[in-house]
């Protein structure tokens, strides 16, 4: 089990692409407001694992598109619906974000999603 969310250079790599810092004096990191989501992708061991984007009064929000993005402070959680029937899976959640035209990856902290799981999994509140 990890420690921190993020990894040191995952946070160095965003410090550099956004051009400013992005940890707060309590060592949480955080996106600018302006950051546009376009894309999330899901590798669950090849089970089919979707995003849920929901808003801060956790209503579901359209999943994000290059043609519709989604604004992160618009953002108030991010789950994940589907599981696998047989055995426990790891899932990883890629975005793919915006900031004034330039795109990067951002790959969130793993989420071990246990067999049969019928609840979504909150990668984010």
Do not use: C, Y
């Amino acid at each position: 089990m990890k420690d921190q969310l993020w990894e040191r250079e995952q946070i160095s790599r965003l410090t550099s692409l956004l051009n400013l810092s992005v940890l707060h004096t309590s060592s949480s990191s955080f996106l600018p407001n302006d950051v546009l989501i376009e894309d999330a992708t899901v590798d669950a061991e090849g089970t089919q694992v979707n995003t849920i984007f929901k808003d801060s009064k956790n209503k579901v929000i359209e999943n994000p598109s290059a043609d519709s993005p989604i604004q992160m402070n618009n953002v108030g959680r991010i789950g994940l619906s589907g599981s696998n029937p047989k055995k426990d899976i790891t899932a990883e959640v890629v975005l793919t974000l915006n900031r004034n035209g330039v795109r990067f990856p951002i790959k969130l902290p793993s989420v071990l999603i246990t067999k049969n799981t019928k609840r979504k999994q909150n990668l984010s509140k």
